[in-house]
């Protein structure tokens, strides 16, 4: 007698992780990276907000130390670190949304208009430059 086999195939649709808090800085402390926001590795954008997030924080604390303020004020960290890294990091991740989005339509016209988006794109090379650059975190 023969055995059967029950094959049994699933597929599960990827969900982009995308998640920031609140707040990232509490008096004499500050959040950066993954422990601030996480994203997911889609793009490999996680270490360039990482980054970016470190770049401001210590511009932050530059600025108090030659002003002359506590590096640990939580104002002065929510005005000049919190804001801005919010900001850019939630652009960034509604842009990855977008992107997700994009790439996870399968039809022949959401295929086709996401083909001609991406070619009218590439043709406009300041465009895609400064995208580019943003997304490699040269700018934002």
């Known amino acids: 007698m023969g055995h059967i086999?029950?094959?049994?195939?699933?597929?599960?649709?990827?969900?982009?992780?995308?998640?920031?808090l609140c707040r990232y800085v509490a008096p004499r402390m500050a959040l950066v990276g993954d422990a601030a926001h996480a994203v997911?590795?889609?793009?490999?954008?996680g270490v360039n907000l990482g980054l970016a997030d470190a770049g401001a924080l210590a511009a932050t604390l530059a600025f108090a130390r030659q002003t002359g303020?506590?590096?640990?004020?939580?104002?002065l960290l929510q005005s000049r670190y919190e804001a801005q890294r919010q900001a850019?990091?939630?652009?960034?991740?509604a842009?990855?949304?977008t992107l997700w989005?994009?790439?996870?339509?399968q039809s022949g016209v959401a295929g086709a208009a996401r083909a001609a988006g991406?070619?009218?794109?590439?043709?406009?090379?300041?465009?895609?430059?400064?995208?580019?650059?943003y997304a490699?975190?040269?700018?934002?």
């Open 69 to 75: 303020q506590d590096i640990g004020d939580v104002m």
């Open 40 to 45: 997911h590795p889609m793009a490999g954008q």
């Open 136 to 140: 490699m975190g040269f700018t934002g």
């Open 118 to 133: 991406l070619r009218l794109l590439n043709s406009i090379g300041p465009v895609k430059n400064s995208i580019m650059q």
């Open 88 to 93: 850019a990091n939630v652009a960034m991740m």
């Open 95 to 97: 842009a990855l949304e």
């Open 5 to 20: 086999r029950l094959l049994l195939c699933l597929h599960v649709e990827q969900v982009v992780m995308l998640s920031t």
């Open 101 to 105: 989005q994009g790439f996870g339509l």
